[in-house]
């Protein structure tokens, strides 16, 4: 069924995280860049999008507590993103999302690689791309395109002394993880991207209406 609401999808198993356990800077570096995701603006030109978000909405005025409440503001004055939120605890199949998107009249866009899933959250290595259900590695499992953001990413159980060990630790291992996969499932590996920016998904035309003003 075709839905004049697609979106791009982007999930975040637990995004909270533990905030006291990780360092100030890697806290505001992983909500910085979801703040590009939720409110991106035309200087960004993103896709409309629906964030998957698993964090637990009775707990006020924790940061995605925030989160939630914005974009659903923005939304209802005709913003880009919507969010849909599901308990911490939970572990809905790809399927049950994709159901639940449906019955909310959302759809994802086709998956293509200029579209993929995004993920970002906690652990890397744990939620984000293996533990879970709809962990990354899974949707890529069945053919999806997905990319994992890695400074959306926190890993509190990791080895390391400081972040930069712990994210080599973190990347070296998600790396062994995807070609473990790769080999048992076949072909994962096409479907999985590692970035560290958030790119255009179209061409920017306010910055060709601004050069020409000039």
């Known amino acids: 069924m075709e839905l004049e609401n697609s979106r791009t999808l982007i999930i975040l198993p637990h995004m909270e995280g533990h905030p006291t356990v990780g360092t100030p800077e890697l806290n505001e570096m992983r909500f910085s860049y979801l703040k590009q995701l939720a409110f991106p603006g035309p200087s960004l030109a993103r896709k409309p999008a629906v964030i998957v978000s698993f964090h637990n909405y009775d707990i006020h005025h924790t940061r995605m507590w925030e989160y939630d409440e914005m974009i659903k503001l923005e939304d209802r004055e005709g913003g880009s993103v919507k969010i849909l939120q599901y308990e911490t605890n939970a572990t809905p199949s790809i399927q049950d999302i994709i159901d639940r998107l449906e019955s909310e009249g959302l759809e994802v866009i086709k998956n293509t690689r200029e579209t993929p899933i995004i993920f970002g959250g906690t652990n890397t290595m744990g939620c984000v791309t293996t533990s879970k259900p709809y962990s990354a590695l899974e949707w890529a499992k069945q053919g999806w395109y997905i990319e994992i953001l890695l400074p959306m990413c926190a890993d509190y159980q990791t080895k390391g002394n400081t972040n930069s060990e712990i994210y080599m630790e973190s990347f070296a291992q998600l790396y062994y993880e995807i070609k473990k996969q790769d080999a048992l499932w ?21 910055k060709d209406i601004f050069n020409k003003e000039k």
Do not use: A, F, R, S
């Not at 072909?187 to 255009?200: C, L, Q, R, S």
């Open 186 to 206: 076949g072909d994962v590996m096409k479907y999985v991207d590692i970035k560290t920016t958030i790119e255009p998904q179209y061409k920017n035309h306010w």
